[in-house]
């Protein structure tokens, strides 16, 4: 019975989404497992690390998205949607590796609690020089990595989000990352 209110929840949930915004979800995942984080920036290659790296890239286009709002005052639309695509896929993937109806939800929940944190964490990194920090808080779970690989990490991320600011918003959509 638990797994039919789940399917109807999506149901509903689903025909709220904006499906246009899944190129651009797709194009963040594909960048956040690049092999480049994992080999050149010694982000762990695990479950929890692939986690963290997506989220990373995630907050910089959120963080895009959420310029956006400020300069052009338009609505939260695109990253509400964006990020329901990451709890869609989130959910999926923890139910694809054998967790139940139970536990998913508290896990997703945790999720999204990290991706909340580091969004902040990131912002504020950005904001006043202290993105390496904020790395090693999220991205390498308190444990740092050799310099040359942090370095690696943060100017990646750094190059992206300066990129993403001067992209247009019906590019990013499209799933055109720069």
């Known amino acids: ?52 790296m997506i989220a990373a890239v995630l907050a910089m286009v959120l963080l895009r998205l959420e310029e956006r709002l400020d300069e052009q005052a338009v609505t939260a639309g695109p990253s509400a949607a964006l990020t329901e695509h990451f709890v869609d896929d989130m959910d999926a993937q923890l139910r694809q590796i054998g967790f139940g109806d139970m536990v998913v939800g508290k896990q997703v929940g945790r999720m999204m609690a990290a991706l909340g944190g580091r ?34 990490a943060e100017h990646h991320l750094r190059a992206l989000r300066t990129a993403l600011s001067a992209t247009p918003l019906a590019s990013l959509i499209a799933g055109e990352l720069p």
């Open 1 to 52: 019975m638990g797994g039919m209110r789940v399917n109807w929840w999506k149901r509903i949930r689903g025909a709220r989404r904006d499906e246009a915004i899944l190129p651009l979800y797709r194009a963040v995942v594909a960048r956040g497992r690049a092999p480049h984080w994992y080999l050149d920036g010694a982000v762990p290659d695990t479950l929890d690390g692939r986690f963290d």
């Open 119 to 152: 969004l902040g964490a990131y912002r504020d990194g950005l904001a006043t020089g202290g993105l390496a920090e904020a790395l090693v808080r999220n991205l390498y779970r308190g444990d740092p990595p050799a310099p040359a690989a942090l370095a690696h």
